[in-house]
T-cell receptor, first 117, second 114 residues
Framework: GDSVTQMEGPVTLSEEAFLTINCTYT??????LFWYVQYPGEGLQLLLK?????DKGSNKGFEATYRKETTSFHLEKGSVQVSDSAVYFC????????????????FGQGTILTVHP | AAGVIQSPRHLIKEKRETATLKCYPI?????VYWYQQGPGQDPQFLIS???????DKGSIPDRFSAQQFSDYHSELNMSSLELGDSALYFC?????????????FGPGTRLTVL
């Protein structure tokens, strides 16, 4: 079945450090890939997405590139801020109507990011 | 901009009781998804509806049922509640059916079963 694996956390960084959170996936069909962010006590917010191989999603200084050859969608940010502290979820959605997961999002286990001043 | 509305935000129930969670999608959105997030866990897909018909089903217990109404809001009905049902329940909505890329999430309903 479809699955997403994220690097184990938590991740603790100092402000202005470089961030990488690894994400790899297994999917039938042709997935779209997403990063969602969850701030304490809040719901999930879409951070960025990529819908086909070699696409790069970007938002608020975060970037991730859809790598079909390595089945990866790693999240990066060049300089993190304290306000980036949150839980980050990698997710996929299969767009194949003949597959077993039409429409639903499959999430990774989440990575807790803490940024210190 | 209008967002997904969920009610109630918090709910406390006893074991074996029933609970009803409501979700109001973004205006003009026709697709609703329900997810369950246990403590420290990733969200798990429960069920989805498109144009008032069930479009996909995940790991939803038989004790749970859901529907989407003519105004596109959705309700998740949970019966014979168990301690393990304590979780954050998210609703998400989108427009144009399940093939649409972006799902917009509500703030969630935190259900506590005592």
């Amino acid at each position: 079945g479809d699955s997403v694996t994220q690097m184990e956390g938590p991740v603790t960084l100092s402000e202005e450090a470089f961030l990488t959170i690894n994400c790899t996936y297994t999917a039938t069909g042709y997935p779209s890939l997403f990063w969602y962010v969850q701030y304490p006590g809040e719901g999930l917010q879409l951070l960025l997405k990529a819908t086909k191989a070699d696409d790069k999603g970007s938002n608020k200084g975060f970037e991730a590139t859809y790598r079909k050859e390595t089945t990866s969608f790693h999240l990066e940010k060049g300089s993190v801020q304290v306000s980036d502290s949150a839980v980050y979820f990698c997710a996929l959605k299969v767009d194949n109507a003949g597959g077993t997961s039409y429409g639903k999002l499959t999430f990774g286990q989440g990575t807790i990011l803490t940024v210190h001043p | 901009a209008a967002g997904v509305i969920q009610s109630p935000r918090h709910l406390i129930k006893e074991k074996r009781e029933t609970a009803t969670l409501k979700c109001y999608p973004i205006p003009r959105h026709d697709t609703v998804y329900w997810y369950q997030q246990g403590p420290g866990q990733d969200p798990q897909f429960l069920i989805s509806f498109y144009e008032k018909m069930q479009s996909d089903k995940g790991s939803i217990p038989d004790r749970f049922s859901a529907q989407q109404f003519s105004d596109y809001h959705s309700e998740l009905n949970m019966s014979s509640l168990e301690l393990g049902d304590s979780a954050l329940y998210f609703c998400a909505s989108s427009w144009g059916g399940p093939s649409t890329d972006t799902q917009y999430f509500g703030p969630g309903t935190r259900l506590t079963v005592l």
